[in-house]
């Protein structure tokens, strides 16, 4: 197995469990995929200043891996550690979620419902369809009905309002 840009030449043990288990399970290891200069492959920094290790990982599916646009170390941040913080630019589409076309809402012709005489006439059917109604247990089930019954009414007497031509 070899390892692209790595930060130390030789791997301790706990270096080689990390690859044996990202092999094992068809992983990658990000962090040592992209080329950059040695300050931003470190992770750790010993307190005096001698000894530079690569500790931190980003570990992925290797199906995944094309999200993953760069790994590197920040070492702006000051955290008052000797670890600097690991930062990955990922690369993520979002699905697109398709929405219901809502039915247009009807256009009532608006010539008949300025007539005082369509309007009288309106009132009077609408009246007679609600005067009628038996009282329902369901809430929602009335309120359907009422609203069934002005939109019928108002088909009957206002008319929908036809297309209007486009300007061209």
């Known amino acids: ?9 030789e791997t301790n043990r706990n270096g080689e469990l990390l690859c044996e288990f990202a092999y094992a399970n068809s992983m990658i290891v ?65 699905s697109v979620i398709h929405k219901k076309k809502l039915k247009p809402a009807l256009k009532w012709n608006k010539i008949n419902l300025r007539n005082p005489s369509k309007l009288k006439e309106y009132r009077s059917l609408l009246h007679n369809q609600l005067v009628n109604v038996a009282p329902k247990q369901e809430i929602d089930a009335e309120w359907e009905w009422i609203n069934i019954a002005i939109v019928d009414a108002a088909r009957e007497v206002i008319q929908a309002q036809g297309k209007s031509p486009r300007n061209e």
């Open 1 to 9: 197995m070899t390892v692209q840009h790595t930060l130390n030449e």
């Open 30 to 94: 990000m962090s040592t995929n992209f080329q950059h200069k040695r300050i931003h492959k470190i992770t750790w920094l010993s307190p005096d200043q001698n000894t530079a290790s690569n500790i931190y990982h980003i570990i992925i599916n290797a199906n995944t891996k094309g999200v993953i646009e760069d790994v590197r170390s920040m070492r702006g941040p000051n955290i008052d550690l000797d670890h600097f913080l690991v930062k990955a630019i990922i690369k993520q589409k979002l």
